[in-house]
């Protein structure tokens, strides 16, 4: 796969996960701005609740590589991506960091 490729799939992966946030669970979230009440919404059934406990351990999976590469490799700005990881949502935060760290760590082996 190319690199322009790969940056496009990417970037339409987050743009169409942000769409599809802005267009299911906006609208709900303005007419009820209960936060913690759609966060629990989340934990309504077993399925559920499978699916928001990934979403959390891979949202705490992103934020521990974002911090680890800061440290071992100079990635920076990583941390706009753990709160893109929120919200909108993992989808997006860990689409963006791909590409943000794809970027950086090009430059760096271009200058070596």
Known sequence: MSDRTFTRIMLAAALLFTAFFAAVVVPPLWADPDIIGAFAAGFVNPFSSGYATDVIICWLILAVWVVFEARTYGV?????????????????????????????LHTVSSAN
Not at 78 to 92: H, Q, S
């Open 76 to 104: 920076r700005h990583g941390w706009v991506c753990l709160v893109l990881g929120v919200v909108p949502g993992v989808a997006v935060g860990f689409a963006l960091y791909l590409l943000l760290r794809r970027r950086q």
